[in-house]
């Protein structure tokens, strides 16, 4: 695997796990890849312990499989599980627009435009993990306004069911499309147009899901 250097003794589980779940999430472990506790041990230089809890966690979190006596794996990409997923996303950050938009400022509207510029840029260059993580810059100004973290807890833990999807099927065009969407989002901030801004948030997961999900032909 790419990108594994020895790490400190400082939260060695935690960043054992961190490190995993980013290389699950970014594919760099593909789905279905074997794993094993005792080469990545080797590769992390840490003891098997730290490695094991770090599989537990990710297989309680749907992104590992194993069982007694068997190998583990990484888990396959469930298109089920990523619609279903997808559903409550939309509608988490629908209501985090909803709650964001009392004490949403026109320094918000400019930190918006900033990030959605460097989004356009990262879907014309094909970066997909830049526009990724530009995308989730965009959506965590409304995230951190609402000012509910049990909002932001749950989709840290949603958001890893269907990252593995947006990476694997990025698309140009597609992000062209989110762009004007996310123009669209900035304007009914500036117009006081909460209704809007809530439906607006919400089609724009949603139509990302519909291109996700949507069945090979």
Not at 14 to 26: E, G, P, R, S, T
Not at 54 to 80: N, W
């Amino acid at each position: 695997m790419k990108n594994i250097s020895q790490i400190s003794r400082i939260s060695l589980r935690d960043q054992v796990y961190q490190q995993l779940k980013q290389a699950v999430i970014h594919l760099e472990l593909a789905p279905g890849e074997k794993i094993s506790d005792k080469l990545l041990a080797e590769q992390f230089g840490v003891s098997r312990t730290p490695v094991r809890e770090a599989l537990k966690r990710l297989e309680d979190e749907g992104l590992v499989i194993s069982s007694p006596g068997s190998e583990t794996k990484v888990s396959l990409i469930d298109i089920e599980q990523a619609k279903h997923a997808f559903t409550v996303v939309a509608s988490l950050n629908a209501l985090a627009a909803r709650l964001a938009m009392p004490f949403l400022t026109e320094a918000h509207c400019d930190e918006l435009v900033g990030i959605n510029q460097e989004f356009e840029k990262a879907i014309l260059d094909e970066n997909k993990y830049e526009a990724i993580k530009k995308d989730d810059q965009f959506h965590a100004v409304l995230l951190h306004a609402s000012n509910n973290p049990e909002i932001e807890m749950s989709l840290e833990r949603l958001l890893p069911k269907i990252r593995r999807l947006e990476l694997l099927k990025f698309n140009k065009l597609d992000g062209l499309s989110s762009i004007r969407q996310h123009n669209e989002i900035i304007d009914s901030i500036r117009n006081g147009k909460q209704q809007e801004l809530t439906k607006l948030v919400e089609d724009n997961w949603l139509s990302l899901a519909s291109y996700l999900t949507k069945e090979e032909t």
